[in-house]
């Protein structure tokens, strides 16, 4: 089992940023360095869109349309710990935050934004963005 616990969410202007962040824990992360990790987010009434990934053992990152340029995904793998840096923050950013864990095999630009690829999702964390 692999557990996943986010932080940093929060309400901010329009322009802010915020820093969120994603712990790993447990004995099924045994093989971090072949984990995919990403960011997923989903406001009410929408579906969860994928935000972010990383392949950990790699550092190749990826990246929906609606967040490139303005947020960065990374990594601590002394800490087993995700980010996400969000700059430039807009009043469509907000939702809710998930954090999710995949095999190496779901870092690709085909697969890293799918939800039903990631086997591992921690509580989420909210991030509200005002004009």
């Known amino acids: 089992q692999v557990q996943l616990v986010e932080s940093g969410g929060g309400s901010v202007q329009a322009g802010g940023s915020l820093r969120l962040s994603c712990v790993a824990s447990?004995?099924?992360?045994?093989?971090?360095?072949?984990?995919?990790m990403g960011w997923f987010r989903q406001a009410p009434g929408k579906e969860r869109e994928g935000v972010a990934s990383?392949?950990?053992?790699?550092?190749?990152?990826y990246y929906g349309d609606s967040v490139k340029g303005r947020f960065t995904i990374s990594q601590d793998n002394a800490k087993n710990t995700v980010y996400l840096q969000m700059n430039s923050l807009k009043p469509e950013d907000t939702a809710m935050y998930y954090c999710?864990?995949?095999?190496?095999?779901?870092?690709?630009?085909?697969?890293?934004?799918?939800?039903?690829?990631?086997?591992?999702w921690g509580q989420g964390t909210q991030v509200n963005v005002s004009s």
């Open positions: 999710a864990g995949a095999s190496a095999g779901a870092c690709t630009t085909a697969l890293f934004n799918r939800p039903g690829f990631f086997a591992y």
């Open positions: 447990g004995s099924g992360y045994g093989v971090y360095s072949s984990t995919c």
């Open positions: 990383i392949h950990i053992g790699r550092g190749i990152t």
